[in-house]
């Protein structure tokens, strides 16, 4: 089975635009969480989403929306950009059993804002 | 939410095991600890959980104290795929997370050849 893919993997923007950043989870998960990364530091909770709801949010900006589909995948939008959302953004998808859950995520998407 | 301390740094020379510690003095008595890394370049990866006992999988070993305030990762022979960020993930408030990790530094981990 293919593990959590996000796409693209890499991209370059300028201040002011926006930006879509697309991730499928692991076939049969149905949860998806978002977390940003800056150079340097741990990843940063954005959001969650199980079937097509948010159920969680971190501490970020309103610029930051995200939504998932019926098939389980989900696209997080950062509008307005400035320098300082460039970062690896992950996503992650959820699998909750015995002990808690655990979270299996994606290799990234390396955002750069110019 | 529970808080988590690590060495920001440690190193292991290749074979040798190697114990990355975690305190984590404000867990409840119901929350599991997760531990996850990240390899150089890639997203993080899940490693191990446990609640009160001692726990073994292919990757490690969770040793837990008996009072559940701190916790040491076990890697019983460093490889050199084993350098990485090792983060030792507190549990959310309620034991709850919908879907959310806390990430804080996490321990360098390098290993020697």
């Known amino acids: 089975d293919a593990g959590v893919t996000q796409s693209p993997t890499h991209l370059i923007k300028t201040r002011g635009q926006q930006v879509t950043l697309r991730c499928s989870p692991i076939?049969?998960?149905?949860?998806v969480s978002w977390y940003q990364q800056v150079l340097g530091q741990g990843p940063q909770f954005i959001f969650q989403y199980y079937e097509k709801e948010e159920r969680g949010r971190g501490n970020f900006p309103d610029r930051f929306s995200a939504r998932q589909f019926p098939n389980y995948s989900s696209e997080l939008n950062v509008n307005a950009l400035l320098l300082g959302d460039s970062a690896l953004y992950l996503c992650?998808?959820?699998?909750?059993?015995?002990?808690?859950?655990?979270?299996?995520f994606g290799p990234g998407t390396r955002l750069l804002v110019l | 939410d529970a808080k988590t301390t690590q060495p920001n740094s440690m190193e292991s020379n290749e074979e040798e095991p190697v114990h990355l510690p975690c305190n984590h003095s404000?867990?409840?008595?119901?929350?599991?600890i997760h531990w996850y890394r990240q390899l150089p370049s890639q997203g993080p990866e899940y490693v191990i959980h446990?609640?009160?006992s001692n726990v073994n999988n292919r990757m490690a070993s969770l040793a837990i104290a008996e009072d559940r305030k701190s916790s040491t990762l076990i890697l019983h022979r460093a490889t050199l795929r084993d350098a990485a960020v090792y983060y030792c993930i507190p549990p959310n408030a309620g034991g709850t997370s919908y879907g959310k990790l806390t990430f804080g530094q996490g321990t360098i981990l390098t290993v020697h050849p």
């Open positions: 076939s049969g998960h149905k949860s």
């Open positions: 992650a998808s959820r699998f909750r059993g015995v002990g808690g859950e655990t979270q299996y």
């Open positions: 404000t867990i409840s008595g119901t929350d599991y």
């Open positions: 446990g609640l009160t």
